[in-house]
């Protein structure tokens, strides 16, 4: 193979994982925007359906991080997700050229990429999009009254509540001795999910990938395996 097809080849690679990465990222987002809306304009605030035993469409809305986290003020959380976002995205446009970069990891950058972004537009535009109705009445999209809120002030709305199994602590345990718990207990969302699931399987699969050689490096490692 001439050395032309081989750079052909490996470009035309790289812009199919870019395009993948892409693809990962859109869907991820529409798909968790669509479910967001429907449970936002369906369910009335903290309304329980009830699945299966193990699985709820519970909708509640938080001011803070995944899984109702809430730390520091919502301003800063906002902006905070902007640049973490930003700076993903512009390390997912690099890394997707490195032949040393597996799709994989990628994929799991997509992830984590579309989930942040998916709460981001929950943090910046919900407030002013949808209104915010006592129970048991439901949010309208776009009101004519305007929104609950200003922007970048706007609750990220989480629905997916998975309580697995409960049992009761034995009394002889100091602290919380008697008292029931819960697993699994926090209420997220989509976005929450593919953050997770980008970030767990990036540990799992993919520890090296954390530390991305630079070209310096590659090339140095490319020269002591051709002297070998």
Known sequence: MSTTTSQSASHAFMSHRGLLATLIIIAVILLDQILKIWVKTNFYINED???AS???LHFIENNGMAFGM????????????????GALIWALWKL?????????FLVCLALIVAGAIGNIIDCVFYGVVFNNPYPPAVATLFPPEGGYGTLFHGRVVDMFYFPLFSFTWPAWIPGVGGQQFLFFQPVFNLADAAISCGMIAALIFYPRQLTIPTPSSSTSRNEENENS
Request: proline letters at 6%.
């Open 70 to 85: 809430e730390i520091g003020p919502k301003i800063f959380l906002t902006f905070f997700r902007l640049i973490l976002a």
């Open 54 to 56: 193990w699985f709820h």
């Open 96 to 104: 997707r050229k490195m032949p040393t970069v597996k799709t994989g």
């Open 49 to 51: 359906y009830e699945i």
